[in-house]
């Protein structure tokens, strides 16, 4: 099996493309929503779409490691056996939606009454909707096994048409509606339906790819153990990950203000947004690291390499736009007051961001090719360090305190993911070559304080004059330093196939 870079590029588009049509939509239907339900219901609808990200926990991984070993036994050519896995895979994923939708419906009144602050006209109508979405947590859970196995197979076309229509469902049926009733129920249960009527197409598309799925067969101990041990390191990460994502925003409420938590959290929901370019990317690599594990390892480092080379060129500039122009966005975007307060933050979450961008790759690396208990490791490692600098940062440098520890813990995370990948996999082939590892560096850090200096300009004309330049910099820095002949002639061969695909797709609609 080749490193075929060209599908990965496709692949990865159509992931950044499904996330974001549903994101455009996202920005158009939310304030129709709140208008027309009204913040109390609104905030419960909310609730409702995070409790499945919740509640997927109960899933314990299985569907990324169905991912891993599909791929695995596809490159090994083990495809008598793909049945049988895959069987004990959706039929153990359905089981635990089955425990996990119990469990949250005799949860609901308790949810509802006692720990929400609902309002009391709007408990019955809360509960109702909250098991519905119980009901439908089956069918979403073997939805994942059976995308997992549509993803080992590089299906990701399939995968974000069927994918995208459920996440403009989630904004557009409420919207369809509410021109009849403002009554949560309807809408919840037909976000229910949808997940029902996905898993249906989930599985006629997995059925279409391999055929001798026509049989089910009971779940296997053999295969039971293998998956849950993989999935289950998965799952500490999964919990550890969010505690980590959250745990800052809770501390900034109770030793600072709430009005703190607002000046933090907006610029880190507007800057994460960049995350959804690494989350375009990793999951296309997750099948290829895990037959490249069991085919031929010394393809691991070279596409880690690619990978994260090319996560640099797509990144950087962006992350250079947000720190030059943090204030000016801020100020058009929330007024004078919030960006004096949230400019500085903004800025260090960027460098954070990027950092996080890169550490994807590696992470999920690691998890294809076996080890997910190292990340988790890793994860519980960071966990006290994280909080112990969050407490020692916040009080002396507020919520500029609060992103440094943040930027910080995700730096270590980077190192130790990096340096765990390379003992796993020690390769000949270094990230850069050893004649241009001091010329880069050297440009790359002449270039982080040509743009720390222009960050702090007051001249809003100066910025947009020499923000380009900055970033034409980079590129012929990235061109000249980061990049080898092979890379050179592999990016001109990959630009003019895209740009071909791009013109035979336009003259298909035409």
């Not at 080992?152 to 459920?166: D, T, Y």
């Not at 909080?387 to 020692?392: K, P, R, V």
Request: with cysteine.
């Amino acid at each position: 099996m080749q490193i075929n870079k060209f599908k990965i590029l496709v692949n990865t588009s159509y992931n950044f493309l499904g996330k974001l049509l549903p994101l455009a939509v996202a920005v158009f239907a939310m304030p129709i929503l709140i208008h027309k339900l009204g913040t109390d219901r609104f905030g419960i609808l909310t609730l409702c779409w995070a409790v499945i990200g919740y509640f997927s926990i109960f899933n314990l991984g299985i569907g990324a490691a169905t991912t891993k070993f599909v791929a695995e036994y596809q490159a090994r050519n083990q495809t008598e056996e793909l049945p049988e896995l895959i069987w004990s895979s959706v039929l153990l994923l359905f089981g635990f939606g089955v425990l996990a939708g119990l469990i949250g419906w005799s949860l609901s009144s308790w949810l509802v009454e006692r720990v929400l602050n609902i309002e009391p006209s709007l408990w019955e109508e809360s509960r109702q909707s909250l098991c519905l979405l119980m009901a439908s947590l089956p069918f979403f859970f073997a939805t994942n096994g059976m995308q997992g196995v549509l993803a080992a197979q590089h299906r990701f076309g399939v995968l974000n048409i069927i994918n995208a229509p459920l996440a403009l469902v989630n904004y557009l049926v409420p919207l369809l509606i509410l021109a009849y009733t403002v009554n949560l129920v309807p809408i919840v249960g037909s976000l229910a339906l949808a997940r029902l009527v996905v898993c249906g197409i989930s599985f006629g598309a997995m059925r279409q790819t391999l055929p001798g799925l026509t049989r089910p067969s009971w779940p296997k101990a053999r295969n039971i153990k293998m998956l849950l041990s993989f999935g289950g390191w998965l799952t500490v990460s999964s919990i550890i990950g969010p505690l980590m994502v959250n745990m800052d925003r809770f501390l900034i409420g109770s030793v600072l203000t709430m009005s703190a938590v607002a000046y933090y959290v907006t610029p880190y929901e507007l800057v994460s947004r960049f995350l959804i370019i690494p989350g375009s990317l990793t999951p296309v690599l997750f099948p290829t690291f895990s037959a490249f594990a069991v085919e031929d390892q010394d393809k691991c480092g070279v596409l880690l390499n690619r990978s994260v080379k090319f996560l640099f060129l797509i990144m950087v500039p962006g992350i250079i736009a947000i720190i030059v122009m943090a204030r000016p966005i801020l100020e058009l975007w929330l007024g004078q007051e919030f960006a004096s307060r949230s400019t500085l933050v903004l800025q260090v979450l960027a460098l954070g961001v990027l950092i996080n961008c890169l550490a994807q790759v590696p992470f999920g690396a690691i998890q294809a090719t076996g080890r997910p208990d190292l990340t988790a490791k890793c994860h519980m490692a960071e966990f006290l360090v994280y909080f112990l600098s969050l407490w020692l940062l916040i009080k002396p440098m507020g919520i500029v305190g609060v992103a440094l520890a943040w930027t910080t813990r995700i730096s270590l995370d980077m190192a130790l993911l990096f340096w765990l990948f390379r003992r796993l996999f020690p390769q000949k082939t270094p990230l850069l070559a050893a004649h241009k590892k001091w010329g880069g560096s050297m440009g790359l850090l002449g270039l982080l304080a040509a743009v720390s200096a222009l960050a702090q300009l007051p001249s809003l004309g100066a910025k947009i004059i020499f923000l380009p330049i900055i970033i034409v910099l980079f590129l012929i820095l990235f061109w000249r330093s980061l990049l080898d002949d092979a890379e050179r002639a592999e990016a001109f061969v990959l630009l003019h196939r895209f740009r071909r695909l791009i013109m035979q797709k336009g003259d298909l609609h035409a």
